[in-house]
């Protein structure tokens, strides 16, 4: 198994409401990531999970909120957003790095989230 | 800081060869990667080079020269279906982070 399974694939959201997109590997992966990608520009990184620990948090506003429940599952709760969240929202697992070298990443097929 | 420069548009045309060009300065830097990415979809992993030379895997190769801090992608016969978005994307050791180019936008005509 080399997926990960985003949900929901779309999502309609007021700005007063609160969300959760969800993200699920099996493959052992121990690093986990969240990404944000407008149209036409690479996704940027928000989160880095190792090990179940946030490793990193570039600075994401306290609207987006990470969760690692386990090794195999990673949440993002989002409360308050603004319209200009809207956007694709990339969840990634890998192996876990070390300065040998890097694992490539697989990538879910993303939740489009709009805020309206 | 963290700079990846690579092309924002390419065409070429079904059956031919086409280069995608990358340079980095980035700190940390450990190796890197080239993801592809239709419109709408998630990227995928297309390579990773971490030592200099040539990567060769079917049609795609990639190359690396660590101190000129460059890479390229070549697709040989190129067929419609490689119309997608080519990521350059450099890889930091402390915190296993990839840093992303802008992405290369390849149309392929018939």
């Known amino acids: 198994d080399t997926e990960v399974t985003q949900t929901p694939k779309h999502l309609v959201m007021g700005m007063t409401n609160k969300k959760s997109l969800k993200c699920e590997q099996h493959m052992g992966h121990r690093a986990m990531y969240w990404y944000k990608q407008k149209a036409k520009k690479p996704p940027e990184l928000m989160f880095v999970?190792?090990?179940?620990?946030?490793?990193i948090n570039e600075s994401v506003p306290s609207r987006f909120s990470p969760e690692c429940p386990n090794s195999s599952l990673l949440n993002l709760h989002l409360h308050a957003l603004q319209p200009e969240d809207s956007a694709l929202y990339l969840c990634a697992s890998s192996h876990q790095s070390g300065l040998a070298g890097a694992y490539e990443q697989y990538f879910g097929p993303g939740t489009r989230l709009t805020v309206t | 800081g963290q700079n990846i420069d690579q092309p924002t548009e390419m065409t070429a045309t079904e059956g031919a060869i086409v280069q995608i060009n990358c340079t980095y300065q980035?700190?940390?830097?450990?190796?890197l990667f080239w993801y592809q990415q239709h419109a709408g979809e998630a990227p995928t992993f297309l390579s990773y080079?971490?030592?200099?030379g040539l990567e060769e895997k079917g049609r795609f190769s990639s190359f690396l020269s660590r101190s000129k801090g460059y890479s390229y992608l070549l697709l040989k016969e190129l067929q419609m279906k490689d119309s997608a978005s080519y990521l350059c994307v450099a890889y930091n050791n402390a915190g296993n982070m990839l840093t992303f180019g802008g992405g290369t936008r390849l149309m392929v005509k018939p």
């Open positions: 980035t700190s940390g830097f450990n190796g």
């Open positions: 080079n971490v030592l200099d």
């Open positions: 999970y190792s090990y179940e620990k946030l490793s």
